[in-house]
Every structure is written in C-alpha cells, then in structure tokens.
C-alpha cells in the first residue's frame, strides 16, 4: 500500500530509499505503513511483508509517549529469521496521524560484532562461569549456557527482562550502590553476594562486573559473571562453626583454668594464714627468749631456730609471690628511697655471707649514686639480695664482686645496672635455657649439695620486669657466673625527706615513758596473744588483750586505748567488721589508730584493711623492730 499523495508525494518516498538510515512511517495504531530500503534489509522482511505488520510485531513491549517525551529509547527488535539485536528507536516527526521513527544499530556495532561471532559464542557456552550481557537499562541481553544451569531460567525465559529479577529484595540497595559505581567506569571486581534461582533458592555468588563501552565510548551495558560459591560458603560456615566450637572449649577450658588458678590461689592463702599463725607464735618467742639469760650452747640453738625460721618464712614469702605474678596481683610500690642506703645494706649482708665462706668480697659503688629515687624499696632488695645470696650459696672458694654503676641519665631519670660475679660452680649448658623457671635448679640430685626450692632466680626475673628492668647472666660450667640486673629510677628531688624511725629497737630496754599509753591487742590466738603482751609490756606499754570483736567492744568502752592491734580471723566478728563497728560506734573521730596484724598476707588483703577502716598493716610474722617501729609512728 502506497502512501496517499496528499501526505507525501513520490518525490520524497524516493529519497527516503536512498538514506542510510533505517526509517519506518507509522499510523496512529502504530502499523506500519511505510519502510525504506535500509529498514527492509536490517529486518529481512520484503516492504510488503513489513507493511502487514504492526511495529510491537518488531520490537519489545514500548510506550510510545516515552518514545516521544525522550526522543528516543533502546529496545530489543526481533528480524524474521528470529534473531535479536538492540537498537536505538528515535521520533523524528510525530503528528497525529502518523509517526516517523528511525532505528540506528551503530551505538552497539562493537557488542553486536562480539556478541555474532560464532567462537565467541561457542565460548562463552563452554566455560564453567554463568555470563551475562546487559543493555544500559540492565535487561538481559546475552544468558549463557552456564547462566542456564546455575540459575534454572532458559534464554527465552530470560531475554530481555531487567537483572533485578534475579536479586533478592534486602540486596536491592547494595545492587543499586554497585551500578552506580560501575558506570563511572570502575569494573567491579569478585564480590560476594547472593541471587535467586528459578525455584526461589539463595545462591551465594562472586560477581565480576565490568561496564561495556560503543564506538564512540559511550556507557552502552555490562558484562557479568558469576561463580557459584555456595559450597564455599557451607564450607566457610561449618568451619567457622568448628571454630566457635573450639573457642567455646578454649573458653571452657580457660574458666575452668581460671577457677582452678583462684582455687590455688584460696588455697594458698588460707595455707600462708595456718602457717604463718603458729609461726608468729615461734618467731615472737625466739625474739623473746634471746632478752633472756642465755648459756652458750642455747645460743647457738636458738640462732639455729631463728635461721630456720627465717628460711622458712623465706619459701613462704616466695610461693606466695609465684601466686600473686601468676594472677597478676604482685604489687609494686612506688615510694622515695634512699638508693645508696639500700645498695650498702645489701653489701654488708654479703660481706659478712661472704666471710663466713672464707671469701674475698669486692664492692664498687659508682661515686654519682647519693640520692634518693622514686621505686620500690623491697623488690629491689628482694632482687639483690636473691643474686648475692645465690653467689654466696654457689661459690666454696676464690672471690665475689657486687658493682654498682649508672649507665646513663636522661631528664629526671637514671639507669643504674647492679652486676654480681662469682667464681663459683657456674652453669651448665643443658640448664640455662631453664634458669629462670619455677621450682628448677642446676646440679639436682637426691643428696644435692646445695638446698634451694628453685624460685628465688624465677621470682626476680618476674619482678625486674614489672619493674621495667631485666636480668641477664654469663656462665661457664665450672667457672662461675655474672648475673646483670639493669632497671630505670626517677630521681627524687624533694628536699626535705622524713627522716624514718629507728631500724632497730632494743627489746630489753623498758621505757618508763611508753607506761603512758595503752595498747588493745585482739588476737585469738592464745599463744600469739602472750607473744604481743610480753614484746609490749618489755617496751613498757600497757597491754590488755581480747579474744574477739566483743571483748574488745567492752574494753574499748571501760579503757583510754591509744592503739588498737587488730587481727583479721576472729570468733563471731572478724576484724573488718570489728573494726567498722568499732569507728561508727565508739570511735567515730577515728583518732585511735588500728594497726592490722594477720597472717593474711596476699595482695588485697592490705587493701581490704585500709578500706575497712584500719591505719596500717603488718603480716604475720613479723620482726620485733617492725612492731615497734609502727607502734612509735602512729602514738609518738
């Protein structure tokens, strides 16, 4: 059927065969009514055969007011051998009668080359990957063999729908996200996801997408490709599943562990408190049975008794120590010292070990050390005192040198190193990578020679550290030993340093003053209690003793007491909760000083007598001098 000539003369249906360009002339029921030369052959149809046919016949479901609002969309168009392509369809003129439309292929001549060539084809259906093809609009273009199985839709069935079909809801935004990125022209690389198959099942996917450009570098569509990783993923999660297992166990374990460590540790406490009662008893009577008339021959008893005692306190002290570093409670106590003071003091006690042995003693003492510094007093006793006490044990013979030097000094702070030598026994090879552990010592036998439970070395190394220092050592077996010990001081720049009280005290000197004062001792411990009576009444002071909290309440109240001596484990009250009633009730100024003396002797046990409302503590057992020491400091 020809076009009526009102509407266009021959003239120009003639030119229009001779464009290029594909032209289609539509009525208003959008038949076809007219196709030049270029549009016959890009669709295979004859003119007539085009002419019969409605353009929704060629093409996918379009709005045609979209057609005309834009100027112009993409739409898949289908020739008459069945084949597809995608083209741009454009309104050139638009009236009411009828529509002229031009369909150009050129924007996606390159997809279109690719995409028709047979070996890329036959590829594409061989690899093990689902690939996709999709317009700019993200319509399915190109559905691959793979794509078939892995997602259960056909090519028919999935051709020219929207790639969103495939996404589960809750992944919308992250899709949206993605394609936003990919047509900035950035090729997004294996992600994991998930996608919906035909049957409704999750399949958990790795993407690769990567933005398509035409001739002319125009965004035109994106190549996808996705991996089924679903057993990866089932095989992710059932050992992520054996590892939440095992971390449950580890967790299991570690409770169990930490249960049994505070379980050692409540033991060990309550052990130090059994042990330490009775010992405070036989230590206080020693001390007491010295101010006595004494032969010879009780003497030397008594000062076997003494270093008895005083080694088994040692051991005592150093299990308890393994405890508190094991459960990190070991305390460190940051207080002005006087360094030279201490290094002197350690010498003293070497040299006079030292003599004993027939041993020649060496001493240096780097002329800059004649400060106080900012550190722990004790522990850095306990250090040195370890590593010359070990020279003495270990040397029978030749010499032991202890020097003292600073090493640098910075600001406030000075690095001091203490070096020990000996010519003793030295170490064997097999034994120095054990030095340090607990309970471990060298040249071990049923008839050993030298007796040692094996902590001494283990502790200091754990207390240098927490001291921010460290313990080194050189050794030959059977050439003696230098063990180093370096660690960190802040000087202490106060002038006015007070002065302590006396060190040491004269237990058979009465001091007619001291009758002034009263002291309360609770103890329940009958022995321990005439121990603490009679060092008292030697020095002069009044003592009187109770048996438990509400003894002690009675004598509070028909008493001037000046100082209150409070054990911990008592009958009906302990002494925390004494000494609260003691300081709501009858002592509510808190001008009467408690003094905690118990052989509870772990971290938190100070602690826990300071928060109770008590003024200082002292462990069981104790030497006669630390007693005096702490009575003239709170009532003097």
Known sequence: MMLNIDCLNELCLDLLDKVADNILILNGDRKIIYANLSAIKLYGYSRNELIDLNFS???????????ISKGGINLFHYRKDGSKFIADVKAIYHGDDYTVVSISKDSYCL????????????YLDIIDEAIVVLTKDLDVYLWSKSSEKKFGYTIDEIYGKNIKFLIPEDRYDEFEHKIDILKQGVTIERYRTQRIDKNGKLLDVSVII???????????????????????????????????????QLEKLKEEADNANKAKSQFLANMSHEIRTPMNGI????????????DQEQERYLKLMQDSLNHLSKIINNVLDISKIESGNLSINIEPFDLKKVISNIYNTLLIAGNAKGLEISYYLDPDINYFVLGDELRLKQILANLAGNAVKFTDEGYISFRTKVISEHDNKVKIEFRVKDTGIGIGEDYKDNLFQYFSQDNISQNKKYHGAGLGLAISKQIAELLNGSISFESKDGHGSTFTFICEFEKYMQDNIPEKASEKSDINVYDNINSNYTILNVEDNIINQEVTHNLLTKKGYRCISAYNGNEAFKLLKENKIDLILMDIQLPELNGFEATKIMRQKYDTEFKIPIIAITAYAMFEDKEKCLSAGMDDYIPKPFEVDTLYNMIEKYIK
């Open 111 to 122: 997809l279109e080359e690719i995409l028709e060539n047979n070996i890329v084809s036959k």
């Open 210 to 248: 990567s933005p398509i450009y035409d001739c002319k570098g125009e965004f035109m569509g994106a190549l996808g490709i996705y991996k089924d990783i679903s057993e990866k993923i089932n095989l992710e999660n059932k050992l992520t599943e054996e590892i939440k297992e095992r971390y449950r």
């Open 283 to 294: 230590f206080g009577m020693a001390q007491l049975l010295q101010s006595t008339k004494l």
């Open 57 to 67: 016949d060629l093409i996918s479901p379009f709005d045609l007011n979209e057609l």
